[in-house]
């Protein structure tokens, strides 16, 4: 027990020194992680890497659903309904096929059970390599918002595709009409029961007296409770969490106290961090584990499959959504879409975000030892090399490319016209405006006599005096405010200092220092959000 801890505990050292090395690279941390857990493998004292498929589906996945359906825009979620489902239903099953139909004339030995247990392994691309880079790079919001939603959604289409697959494989048979049944039961009743779920949730937080340590404890337990209910009842957990996730997100302002929603974001922030670095440092090191497992298959042969099935989903991704863009463009004369002239370069970018990761990896593991009749598994272990090498080149290949291929595209922001300090600036006059018409209002007397007040409006005055007088060029503006930032991050700086000598002084209590260095977090947090 003792040294399995502290194993864990070097993983987590090693993570957050390849995660520091990947931002001096520019690289997305996914990338660096998976090669550095990849070289680290070949170290001879590192004890054999195993990883267990209920570990990452219990334990990492849903949390991870959770915190990702909390980061996302319902907004834009709403908006791109129809591209997110269509891609991560539509387009899962169809590279699915693909995949089985290429794999059964590929490989001996294999037939269209397996492939298609194969194609609903290695269909769902991963969000976490594609977002980090995406971002980083600036693409249109478009198309950052689609591929989180979509990666919120082809976990569950490619799991059912898997679970269906393998029955197949296990018992030999298929009935297409009894699995079509089963498909939108697991789907609807999945959504259901992480709605009911996450509505009894919604209630404890809105009558229970709760405190943020006691609402961080229950958002923690939430999605076990959704993926673990709905997985008992053979739904689909995963929408199940998904579902519960949007459902209580939607509802934050309602239901949290500002204390509560600033410390469960930084704390759900570390552990999506931690989670998905641990698992894509694990995949690296569990790849030399898959190639000795492999046996009587010739390692190049492997290899090859490897590499063509990998060009295959490639390809097919790119196909899917060069063919989406002219479905809509043709489909927006009869109906009403989000986007009738979609164009070419945008859905290639979208095309090209098909890295895959931890989901890919817990469905491979988790396939079966032997079949219902005692005989093992047919092609278990080329399945388990195909499905880490399809995550390894993908993840470098696209990775690596992918900043150059968003730069290539030149690809516009289309749908926030405005740039993000103006946005910024119209947002903050508004509510200012809001507040001072509060104050002049309802408050118009108390304000006469009350000077903390009248510091306030004249402070709000002043700040919206500011943001209407501005007319200078984006540029002088952005300088402006570069300057006002790094000096107020001085003042606070200074303000510390002063707060760490008092300390030192006995008539102040520490508590009540701990206080205001708090606010001046708080402070100096608001003003890096200011800034993005």
Do not use: C
């Not at 006691?214 to 998904?242: Q, R, W």
């Not at 974001?265 to 190639?291: C, D, R």
């Not at 903390?452 to 500011?466: A, C, D, G, N, P």
């Not at 303000?495 to 402070?523: C, G, P, V, W, Y």
């Amino acid at each position: 027990m003792e040294q399995d801890l502290s194993f864990y505990i070097v993983l987590l050292l090693i993570v957050v020194s390849l995660v520091m090395l990947a931002g001096k690279l520019k690289i997305a941390y996914p990338i660096i992680l998976v090669l550095g857990g990849l070289m680290i493998s070949f170290l001879p004292f590192l004890p054999n890497v195993s990883i267990n498929p209920k570990l990452i589906f219990l334990l990492f996945l849903p949390p991870l659903l959770y915190e990702a359906a909390w980061q996302i825009s319902w907004k834009d979620f709403w908006k791109w309904r129809r591209v997110i489902s269509s891609f991560a239903f539509i387009i899962v099953i169809l590279t699915s096929g693909v995949v089985a139909l290429i794999s059964t004339a590929l490989i001996p030995g294999f037939n269209l059970p397996l492939g298609f247990l194969l194609g609903g392994i290695i269909s769902p691309p991963d969000a976490v390599a594609a977002t980090t880079i995406l971002k980083s790079v600036k693409a249109p919001q478009r198309i950052v918002a689609i591929v989180e939603g979509e990666s919120l959604l082809n976990d569950a289409s490619s799991l059912i595709v898997y679970r269906f697959a393998l029955i197949a494989v296990l018992t030999g048979t298929f009935v297409f009409h009894q699995a079509l049944l089963s498909f939108f039961l697991v789907i609807i009743m999945g959504v259901v029961t992480g709605l009911v779920i996450a509505f009894i949730f919604y209630l404890m937080h809105k009558w229970l007296p709760t405190t943020p340590s006691i609402d961080i404890v229950l958002s923690f337990i939430v999605p076990y409770v959704m993926y673990i209910t709905a997985e008992k009842l053979h739904f689909s957990g995963v929408l199940a969490v998904v579902s519960g996730g949007l459902f209580l997100s939607g509802r934050r302002h309602l239901i949290y106290s500002n204390h509560s929603r600033i410390q469960g974001l930084n704390v759900w922030t570390t552990i999506g961090f931690v989670f998905n670095g641990l698992i894509f440092l694990l995949i690296g090191l569990e790849l030399p584990h898959v190639v000795r497992s492999l046996g009587p298959i010739a390692l190049q042969d492997a290899i090859k499959y490897s590499v063509i099935i990998s060009f295959v989903i490639i390809i097919t991704r790119l196909f899917s959504t060069l063919g989406a863009s002219l479905f809509t463009t043709i489909a927006s004369k009869v109906i009403t879409t989000a986007d009738s002239h979609p164009g070419w370069r945008g859905p290639f970018i979208f095309g090209w975000v098909g890295m895959r990761g931890v989901v890919s990896l817990a469905s491979a593991l988790s396939i079966p030892l032997t079949l219902n009749n005692g005989a093992a598994f047919p092609q278990r272990n080329l399945i388990l090399f195909i499905t880490f090498s399809v995550i390894l080149f993908t993840l470098v290949f696209q990775g690596i490319t992918l900043p150059w291929v968003v730069r290539l595209m030149h690809e516009p922001e289309k749908d926030y016209i405005l740039p993000r300090y103006r946005q910024d600036a119209t947002i903050r006059k508004a509510i200012k405006n809001a507040a001072l018409g509060l104050l002049k209002g309802k408050f118009k007397d108390e304000v006469s006599s009350n000077e903390l007040l009248q510091i306030l409006q004249s402070r709000l005055e002043s700040e919206l005096t500011y943001l209407n007088d501005h007319r200078q060029p984006a540029r002088e503006f952005s300088n402006r405010i570069d300057h006002y930032h790094a000096v107020y991050r001085q003042i606070i700086d200074k303000q510390r200092s002063m707060l760490l000598h008092m300390n030192k002084q006995a008539e102040f209590e520490e508590e009540i220092i701990r206080k205001h260095f708090t606010q001046l977090d708080l402070e100096e947090e608001n003003l890096a959000k200011l800034a993005e």
